[in-house]
């Protein structure tokens, strides 16, 4: 459950739901031998199962079932040792048979919680099942003038749906739960996440209360593919729903969806209920039966997930499980850090760059950190070169703008020819300690008097002597040691 404090808006708790439809990584689609790659011409990729042709039967895809139960083995799950499929019954034009293969009554996967941080606060969010299906296919509208053309190509994609308790309390929590849920999916190989495509595509079921009253009624947002219109679809939606209320009106549950143009929902249908669909065993298909080895199969070729992998973060580099959480956002980031860290000698300094300087800089340019200019090798010889007192923490980041953008050079010779080497010589610095004190009496009385702040002051005159080039903290050793 939630362990966080629900804020409040305008007197009112949010409460959101998710179902996200995780398209998964195979190359033939869940019950034809049809290839699932995107981008092909029209109805190319939709054979005689696909379109429901007469006499046609499906065959189970023995990869979508082991991805699925990848994904309940990252999460907690419990793997269903038999699980049935069903017949969602409604009529869409691109949905060729009139019903969906899915599951209803006993899903593969039951149970587990995805958790993650919300700035840094822990939260977790409980998983109510996420069942194997088909994909419906395409309808398209913008070719065609008074008509709409019907692409069967994603007709009967693998899709898993992981549906969530109503345990997220804001558009922040959400976007936070999306992003770790997309996280692991990519993560463990059974999504490649691309919400343009379509492959990872998120519903809101987002409802409104007084603290302590029943769930409200909600309203379900359909199709959010990007993170950024996912919060602002949630925002509206809330606003929508409580001026509703506070006007007198009660609110109908409804299918809503987000046009990113005006950022506001429209309603588009009426929400239906499990009822509506009139589920009943699909009859081509027998249950799927898991035995306990083939789950262990998979528990044993599956990679390091990324909260084990942020616990040994924790326990090999002694970083906080906050650092380490962030620096196993994706597999590209923990390799970037684990080996500057093993580089360097220095995981705490690694940790701070990669979470501050190189994370600024990502976001600035937009990029991934596996397209990051500057290698892990390079930001590893840098932390070894602040480690040793060769350049200061300023100076570094000058070296860093240098190794960001492509300037020639190793490390070592970028600071001998941008001047950037610390003074650390203990002669010549006693020399300018000397001078300073000499020159700056009031300041030395002000500090034997017991203002710390006078002796910044001189720090500040001695990095000025030295163009910035002096050991701040040899400095303030030195003055210490002389007015003490």
Aim: with cysteine.
């Amino acid at each position: 459950m939630n362990t966080g404090k629900s804020a409040l808006v305008h007197g009112y708790e949010v409460v959101i739901g998710f179902e996200t439809h995780a398209q998964l990584s195979t190359r033939s689609k869940i019950f034809s031998r049809a290839s699932t790659a995107f981008g092909a011409e029209p109805n190319t990729q939709a054979c005689a199962v696909d379109l429901a042709l007469p006499g046609t039967l499906p065959v189970m895809n023995k990869g979508a079932v082991e991805r699925a139960i990848e994904f309940g083995l990252a999460v907690g799950s419990h793997i269903a040792p038999r699980s049935i499929f069903a017949r969602k019954n409604y009529f869409y034009p691109d949905l060729p048979k009139g019903y969906q293969i899915s599951q209803f009554e006993i899903p593969v996967v039951q149970g587990g919680r995805v958790e993650f941080f919300l700035a840094d606060e822990k939260r977790s969010v409980r998983l109510v099942r996420a069942h194997l299906e088909e994909d419906a296919g395409k309808s398209l509208h913008e070719d065609f003038i008074g008509q709409t053309g019907i692409d069967l190509n994603r007709a009967g994609t693998p899709l898993l749906e992981i549906v969530t308790e109503p345990d997220m309390r804001s558009s922040a929590e959400a976007v936070a739960y999306a992003k770790e849920l997309h996280k692991i999916v990519t993560w463990i190989g059974i999504c490649d996440g691309n919400m343009q495509e379509g492959s990872f595509r998120c519903d809101a079921n987002v409802s409104v209360r007084k603290p302590g009253a029943p769930l409200g009624t909600r309203r379900e947002i359909k199709n959010l593919n990007s993170f950024k219109f996912m919060q602002q679809a949630i925002d509206f939606e809330v606003r929508w729903q409580i001026e509703r209320i506070e006007d007198g009106h009660a609110i109908e549950q409804a299918t809503v969806l987000f046009n990113p143009d005006t950022g506001e929902t429209r309603a588009m249908r009426s929400k239906e209920d499990a009822a509506d669909y009139r589920y009943f065993p699909d009859p081509d298909l027998p249950p799927l039966v898991i035995a306990d080895e083939w789950v262990q199969r998979v528990r044993n070729g599956m990679t390091e997930l990324p909260r084990v992998m942020a616990l040994r973060f924790g326990t090999d580099y002694g970083l906080s499980e906050y650092d380490a959480t962030v620096l196993t956002q994706s597999r590209a980031m923990a390799a970037y850090f684990e080996a500057a860290a093993k580089a360097s000698g220095q995981p705490k300094l690694a940790s701070n760059w990669i979470m501050g300087e190189v994370a600024r800089r990502l976001n600035a340019s937009e990029i991934d950190i596996a397209q990051s200019p500057a290698s892990a090798l390079q930001l590893a010889q840098l932390i070894g070169r602040i480690a040793d007192g060769t350049v200061s923490n300023n100076a570094a980041k000058q070296v860093f703008d240098a190794l960001w953008n492509g300037e020639p050079g190793e490390v070592d010779q970028l600071i001998e020819a941008m001047g950037l080497k610390q003074l650390n010589d203990s002669d010549a610095l006693g020399k300018m300690v000397d001078a300073v004190l000499a020159a700056n009496p009031k300041n030395v009385e002000e500090y034997r008097g017991g203002n710390s702040k006078a002796l910044n002051a001189l720090v500040g005159q001695i990095m000025k002597a030295s163009q910035g080039k002096a050991n701040p903290q040899q400095v303030n050793e030195m003055l210490r040691a002389k007015m003490n």
